[in-house]
């Protein structure tokens, strides 16, 4: 087969280290995934091989462009996206996903689905009272809930954030930690605060919890409530046991959305003690009104060595 070469001129220096990556870790994956060869010389990328493996690698390099070309930050996911994309024709979707903007943080920051899963999760919480979504680390549930948390209560589409997880954790029980309550919880709640953090102001919190408006708690503190107009997240709810599971979905009122996370992967529960989250995707997942997400190692959207902590995991079945 015919060797043969072509060149991407970029716009700016800052272009070509948005393509590149750190240490050229894209490029490098663009090139293991291809076949072709890629040198990224000043702004100008010279792509040579086969035939076949340089066209691929181009189209993938240039349905990129939309974020090379104003120097964001590509990521592993964006190029797993887009391969996706190309290989299922689906090109003019993804560049819907590029152009959609879900929020931005309080630093300027664009937060926006980076995965065609992510964005099936985000549309399913928009048009649902009850979101499941199950996945790995680092696959954005949490956050991408908290984010829609957030912007509905910042533009009064609900009263109260409520964020809530089950106490459970490896050899260590609330009584065990200094402090009161709130002091107990923060620890198992610090992922909840982190993506608050990221759009609202760290002072404001406590005053938005002092109103009422942000409501951070243990799971058990849910008992015999109703909450509505409420957005409440559940977290780490493979954690749950099935009564556990039960009593805070029946404590959905009116004007309330409810999503509830976790890594069926990951449960810290006692060997003999059934998930609730694996028991209630048995018993919920025909109802009407509920939706279920599925994120797997490839929606990783951390750092690239997580997605590969987490095949390998997978791959050893721990």
């Given at each position: 087969m015919?060797?043969?070469?072509?060149?991407?001129?970029?716009?700016?220096?800052?272009?070509?280290?948005?393509?590149?990556?750190?240490?050229?870790?894209?490029?490098k994956?663009l090139?293991?995934h291809?076949?072709?060869?890629l040198?990224l010389?000043?702004?100008e990328?010279?792509?040579?091989?086969k035939?076949?493996?340089?066209?691929?690698?181009?189209?993938?390099?240039?349905?990129?462009?939309?974020?090379?070309?104003?120097?964001?930050?590509i990521?592993?996911?964006?190029?797993?996206?887009?391969?996706?994309?190309?290989?299922?024709?689906?090109?003019?979707?993804?560049?819907?996903?590029q152009?959609?903007?879900?929020?931005?943080?309080?630093?300027g920051e664009?937060?926006?689905?980076?995965?065609?899963?992510?964005r099936?999760?985000?549309?399913?919480?928009?048009?649902?009272?009850?979101?499941?979504?199950?996945?790995?680390?680092?696959?954005?549930?949490?956050?991408?809930?908290?984010?829609l948390?957030?912007?509905?209560?910042?533009?009064?589409?609900?009263?109260?954030?409520?964020?809530?997880?089950?106490?459970?954790?490896?050899?260590?029980k609330?009584?065990?930690?200094?402090?009161?309550?709130?002091?107990?919880?923060?620890?198992?709640l610090?992922?909840?605060?982190d993506?608050?953090?990221?759009?609202?102001?760290?002072?404001?919190?406590?005053?938005l919890?002092?109103?009422?408006e942000?409501?951070?708690?243990?799971?058990?503190?849910?008992?015999?409530?109703?909450?509505?107009?409420?957005?409440?997240?559940?977290?780490?709810a493979?954690?749950?046991?099935?009564?556990?599971?039960?009593?805070?979905?029946?404590?959905?009122?009116?004007g309330?959305?409810?999503?509830?996370?976790?890594?069926?992967?990951?449960?810290?529960?006692?060997r003999?003690?059934?998930?609730?989250?694996?028991?209630?995707?048995?018993?919920?997942?025909?109802?009407?009104?509920?939706?279920?997400?599925?994120?797997?190692?490839?929606?990783?959207?951390?750092?690239?060595?997580?997605?590969?902590?987490?095949?390998a995991?997978?791959?050893?079945?721990?």
């Open positions: 015919t060797e043969i070469s072509q060149t991407v001129q970029l716009p700016s220096h800052e272009s070509a280290i948005a393509l590149a990556g750190i240490r050229d870790e894209n490029l994956f090139s293991h291809t076949g072709a060869n040198v010389r000043g702004r990328l010279q792509i040579y091989g035939e076949k493996p340089v066209k691929r690698a181009i189209q993938v390099v240039l349905s990129l462009q939309p974020y090379w070309q104003e120097a964001k930050t990521s592993c996911p964006d190029l797993m996206t887009a391969f996706q994309a190309i290989d299922t024709g689906q090109t003019e979707e993804y560049k819907n996903l152009q959609s903007v879900l929020a931005k943080t309080r630093r664009i937060i926006r689905a980076k995965t065609f899963r992510q099936q999760y985000i549309k399913a919480v928009q048009t649902h009272d009850i979101t499941f979504c199950i996945g790995p680390a680092g696959t954005g549930k949490t956050f991408l809930a908290a984010v948390a957030v912007q509905a209560l910042l533009n009064n589409q609900c009263e109260r954030l409520i964020l809530t997880r089950p106490a459970v954790e490896a050899g260590e609330l009584g065990f930690l200094p402090g009161d309550l709130q002091q107990k919880v923060n620890p198992f610090r992922p909840l605060y993506a608050l953090n990221e759009f609202i102001e760290p002072q404001r919190i406590p005053i919890i002092e109103r009422g942000i409501e951070i708690a243990p799971l058990a503190y849910m008992r015999g409530r109703t909450l509505s107009n409420a957005f409440i997240i559940i977290d780490e493979q954690n749950t046991t099935p009564a556990q599971l039960k009593m805070v979905l029946t404590r959905l009122g009116l309330s959305k409810m999503v509830v996370t976790g890594d069926i992967t990951q449960t810290d529960l006692p003999h003690q059934d998930s609730g989250l694996v028991i209630a995707t048995k018993i919920l997942k025909s109802v009407e009104g509920i939706a279920f997400c599925q994120f797997f190692q490839v929606d990783v959207v951390r750092h690239p060595l997580v997605q590969k902590i987490v095949e995991y997978e791959k050893f079945d721990v």
